[in-house]
C-alpha cells in the first residue's frame, strides 16, 4: 500500500506540536492512531515502525512528546549523549503537560474528515503515555509496548496516577512486554497486571516475549528482535482491527 506523509503542527497549551501525518493513499477514511515515541522523539527508526502500521490501513499521527525546551524539533541519536538529553526532557515535563498535549492530538484526530475511530500505541515511555491516552474515552483501543513508569508512576517531572486509574479505561487494552526488559522485570509486570485486574480489565490482551529485551522492536542496536518485532506489530494490527 503506497503510504503519504505530511507535516502537521498542532497547538497545545503553551506550545505546538510538530507532529508526522502516515497514511494511506487514498481518501480513506482509515483509523487514526496516536502513535507515542520512545525518548527519541522522531527518529526514522520509530518512523519506519510508523510507515508499517500505517501500510496495514491505519491513518498515524507521530507527535513529538517533548514540545516544549530545549530538544523541541530534534530527533535525538541512540546514544548516551541523546539518552540523557531524552530523560532530562521527560524530567522537565509534567503529568499534566503530557496529557494537555495528548488532548490536543487526539482532537486534531478526532476533527480530521479521513479518520473513523481513534486508538493509541506507543513504546517504553511512549508505552506509559499510550496508557494514559486511554483514559480519554474517546480511545477505542490501546496497545502499551513495553511501557515504562507505568508500575512506579514515573513518567515525568511528577508522579503520575496512570494505574491508580485505571477503571477510567474504556477501550480494549493490549500490553506487550519482553520478558528480559530490566525497566520492567517480572515483578513490575506482575503488578501492573495485578493492577489492571483489579481495576476490571480482566479481558486485556498479553503478550510476554521471551528473550525479548527493552526496545527489541527499535531496529537499531543490539536489542532489536526482528522475529519478536514481526511479531508483535502482527498481533497489534490484529488487535487494532478489532479482531
Not at 513529538?64 to 515535563?93: C, H, Q, S
Not at 477505542?140 to 512506579?152: I, K, M, N, Q, R
Not at 476490571?200 to 503478550?207: A, I, N, T, Y
Amino acid at each position: 500500500m503506497k503510504l503519504r506523509e505530511d507535516e502537521v503542527m498542532v497547538h497545545a497549551t503553551g506550545c505546538v506540536i510538530r507532529s508526522l501525518v502516515v497514511a494511506p493513499v487514498g481518501a480513506g477514511p482509515w483509523p487514526g492512531v496516536l502513535l507515542y515515541t520512545d525518548i527519541f522523539q522522531l527518529t526514522e527508526s520509530t518512523l519506519r515502525t510508523a510507515r508499517r502500521l500505517a501500510a496495514e490501513g491505519f491513518l498515524l499521527c507521530v507527535p513529538e512528546i517533548y514540545p516544549r525546551g530545549a530538544v523541541a524539533g530534534i530527533a535525538l541519536e541512540f546514544d548516551d549523549a541523546g539518552k540523557a538529553a531524552g530523560l532530562a526532557a521527560a524530567a522537565a515535563t509534567t503529568t499534566a503537560e503530557f496529557d494537555a498535549d495528548r488532548a490536543a492530538v487526539l482532537d486534531h484526530l478526532a476533527g480530521r474528515a479521513d479518520v473513523t475511530t481513534l486508538h493509541a500505541a506507543g513504546f517504553c515511555i511512549g508505552g506509559h503515555l499510550a496508557f494514559r491516552a486511554a483514559l480519554d474515552p474517546r480511545v477505542a483501543s490501546t496497545v502499551c509496548f513495553y511501557p515504562t513508569g507505568l508500575h512506579d508512576g514515573k513518567l515525568g517531572a511528577d508522579e503520575a496516577d496512570s494505574l491508580a486509574r485505571a477503571a477510567a479505561v474504556e477501550g480494549r487494552l493490549m500490553v506487550v512486554f519482553g520478558a528480559n526488559d530490566p525497566h520492567v522485570p517480572a515483578d513490575a509486570r506482575v503488578r501492573i497486571l495485578a493492577a489492571l485486574y483489579a481495576a476490571g480489565h480482566d479481558d486485556l490482551e498479553l503478550h510476554v516475549y521471551a528473550g525479548g529485551e527493552h526496545a527489541f522492536m527499535r531496529d537499531v542496536g543490539a536489542r532489536y528482535d526482528p522475529a519478536l518485532t514481526d511479531l508483535a506489530l502482527t498481533e497489534a494490527v490484529s488487535f487494532l482491527r478489532g479482531r
